[in-house]
């Protein structure tokens, strides 16, 4: 099993910036891809960000260049730097880390930090 530990939510004037963590720990071998996905309000999940251990990183549209995706693979903790927050952006933020397990890519969620963002 692998465990998650998010931190760095908040709440956060328009304009702000947050820096979100996620640490991974517990059966952490063969981590690959790390993520953030969000959700708001009556909204589905959506993929934010994603690196992999090969640095191989993906953004969502929606990003513009103002998120930055990073990891530390010798504390296996993830990073998702985000800056010119908008009221758009208020969710609850998730991280997400898969292992690979032969064929297979086993996820692993973290409980979710609030971001808010006031206008």
């Known amino acids: 099993q692998v465990q998650l530990v998010e931190s760095g939510g908040g709440l956060v004037q328009a304009g702000g910036s947050l820096r979100l963590s996620c640490a991974a720990s517990?059966?952490?071998?063969?981590?690959?891809?790390m993520g953030w996905y969000r959700q708001a309000p009556g909204k589905q999940r959506e993929l934010v960000a994603s690196?992999?251990?090969?640095?191989?990183?993906n953004y969502a549209d929606f990003v513009q260049g103002r998120f930055t995706i990073s990891r530390d693979d010798a504390k296996t903790t993830v990073y998702l730097q985000m800056n010119s927050l908008s009221p758009e952006d208020t969710a609850v933020y998730y991280c997400?880390?898969?292992?690979?397990?032969?064929?297979?890519?086993?996820?692993?969620w973290g409980q979710g930090t609030q971001v808010t963002v006031s206008s």
């Open positions: 690196i992999t251990r090969a640095g191989s990183i």
């Open positions: 997400q880390v898969q292992k690979d397990v032969g064929v297979y890519k086993i996820p692993y």
């Open positions: 517990g059966s952490i071998f063969s981590i690959n891809f």
